[in-house]
């Protein structure tokens, strides 16, 4: 029987972001594999961390190219950028939790490629006068990702349903984020 790495990877972080405490065999339940096989894939935790990493980047960069973030208002470059990481959000949740991946000078090199991407992003909505000047594109970026975390969370959890997942990150994004226009 063939495993499906991704798929299991997929699983891997759907557990782990309800329960960052879950042992490999509740992984690999939870994906549908014995400990045996997941232990093939996956030498132990921090081998199963850093592949969740790895798809992880890899996924949200597939998510900015699809989201063109050069193109068009700045606004509705953040509205593309929430609609297309939405898939990628349980497993960001994870990754944005997991002290792991911070700690150290392990950091990958992935982490400052998304956050320029992004922080260019909001850059350049404060200086076309899009996105308010007296929060740093830095925090812009940070609140993204909570958002989009919490996001997956809640809908995971069944507190709020996923046909919102976009409207509700947008929205308070956005609504936090742009320069009010005086009278």
Request: proline letters at 2%; zero cysteines; hydrophobic letters at 45%.
């Amino acid at each position: 029987m063939s495993v499906d790495r991704t798929q299991v990877l997929h699983a891997a972080a759907a557990l782990l972001s309800r329960k960052a405490t879950a042992t490999l065999d509740e992984v690999a339940r939870s994906a549908g594999i014995g400990r045996a096989t997941l232990h093939r894939h996956f030498a132990g935790r921090d081998a199963l961390v850093r592949a969740l990493e790895e798809l992880g980047l890899q996924e949200m960069e597939a998510a900015l190219d699809r989201a063109a973030l050069d193109e068009g208002p700045e606004d509705e470059a953040v509205r593309r950028l929430v609609a297309e990481v939405e898939d990628v959000a349980p497993l960001l949740s994870f990754l944005y939790t997991e002290n792991q991946l911070f700690e150290g000078d392990q950091l990958n090199e992935g982490w400052s490629r998304l956050d320029a991407r992004v922080s260019t992003l909001f850059r350049r909505g404060q200086e076309r006068g899009v996105f308010r000047i007296d929060l740093p594109p830095a925090w812009l970026t940070e609140a993204f990702y909570g958002l989009v975390g919490s996001g997956a969370w809640a809908v995971q959890d069944g507190r709020v349903a996923a046909k919102e997942f976009q409207y509700m990150i947008a929205e308070l994004l956005l609504g936090g984020a742009r320069r009010s226009v005086e009278k």
